[in-house]
């Protein structure tokens, strides 16, 4: 059982950063496979970037590829989604979710454990 907590959300204006952290719980925190996901208003969930547990390869969704960047600290079971140059449409509840497995897909469904999410809004 695995336990997430989000944190770092907040109101920026475009251009922008913020960074959001997940704190998870437990002791195998370094097996678990990372992601994060967000969901806009009115907006199907959907996913941002992801961490592989064993070999911290990295995935981003192309919208957000080059300004977000995804890290994680198994000394603090901790997980980061670094948000560089944001725009208005970044503007969502961002999710830590978590899998016991290596996958690091954008399907909702491949994660097992969820956090209960962070507002991020960029204003224009």
């Known amino acids: 059982q695995v336990q997430l907590v989000e944190s770092g959300g907040g109101l920026v204006q475009a251009g922008g950063s913020l960074r959001l952290s997940c704190a998870a719980s437990?002791?195998?925190?370094?097996?678990?496979?990372m992601g994060w996901f967000r969901q806009a208003p009115g907006k199907e969930r959907e996913f941002v970037a992801a961490?592989?547990?064993?070999?911290?390869?990295?995935v981003y969704a192309d919208s957000v590829k080059g300004r977000f960047t995804i890290s994680r600290d198994n000394a603090k079971n901790t997980v980061c989604l670094q948000m560089n140059s944001l725009k208005p449409e970044d503007t969502a509840v961002y999710y830590c979710?978590?899998?016991?497995?290596?996958?690091?897909?954008?399907?909702?469904?491949?994660?097992?454990?969820w956090g209960q999410g962070t507002q991020v809004t960029v204003s224009s």
């Open positions: 979710a978590a899998n016991a497995l290596e996958y690091i897909g954008g399907s909702s469904s491949g994660y097992r454990y």
């Open positions: 437990g002791r195998t925190f370094s097996r678990y496979s």
């Open positions: 961490i592989r547990g064993s070999n911290s390869v990295t």
